[in-house]
């Protein structure tokens, strides 16, 4: 039997990184749009870009930024890498799908996700990952682990990292809002099966965290 799992509500930032070097340093970090959101509230850099999410593991922080205001897009972000605490940065990639995107990030594990967006009759709003498991050298993409199709697409709108596993949470497209969990543990590679989540509001990359703990 599935287990229905208590909801906590809080969302947290996410993670970046990137190959050529700049110089700028985040303010604050704010948390990226899900899915279904039209709307975010990035933060500007002091070298003028737009700081949508950040996240600092293993002694580097990460970020997702861009130098134009088109948000939600395809916004076109770079992922971008610094040792923690200083300001110089180096970008990995860009991101060039998707109306939105966070990263998460665990020891050498990093996970960007890129969110689909359902709005304008879009027949799959499906995320998309980005995951790399050495520090942002390499990359791979799995599709949303998340499953369904048409009025029972179920899609990811919320993601922690802890390690090597992955914590997704995710979201019936049909409304009334319903939520579910999916975990990996072996860096994505293969996920659980869907485990309802109560209380009807999404919940936060700790209460995330706290599920791979007790996995």
């Not at 229905?4 to 190959?19: K, S």
């Not at 967006?117 to 499906?126: C, E, L």
């Amino acid at each position: 039997m599935i287990k229905t799992l208590g909801a906590v509500a809080t969302l947290a930032a996410v993670v970046a990184t990137g190959c050529s070097t700049t110089t700028a340093r985040v303010i604050s970090t704010k948390p990226a749009a899900n899915h279904h959101t039209s709307t975010n509230s990035p933060t500007r850099s002091k070298a003028g870009g737009i700081v949508e999410s950040s996240a600092t593991a293993g002694g580097t922080t990460y970020r997702l930024v861009y130098r134009h205001t088109g948000c939600p897009g395809p916004c076109n972000p770079l992922l971008q890498a610094a040792p923690a605490g200083t300001t110089t940065w180096t970008t990995l990639r860009h991101v060039t799908s998707g109306f939105a995107a966070s990263v998460a990030a665990g020891r050498s594990l990093v996970v960007v996700t890129v969110f689909g967006h359902p709005a304008g009759g879009a027949s799959d709003a499906h995320a998309s990952y980005l995951i790399s498991s050495d520090r942002g050298t390499t990359w791979r993409t799995r599709s949303d682990p998340c499953g369904g199709s048409g009025m029972q697409e179920w899609d990811t709108s919320n993601l922690a990292v802890s390690g090597h596993s992955i914590a997704a949470l995710c979201e019936r497209r049909q409304a009334p809002p319903t939520y579910a969990l999916v975990i990996s543990h072996d860096a994505g590679a293969t996920f659980s099966a869907r485990q309802p989540v109560a209380g009807g509001a999404p919940v936060g990359r700790r209460w995330l965290r706290q599920q791979l703990s007790a996995s």
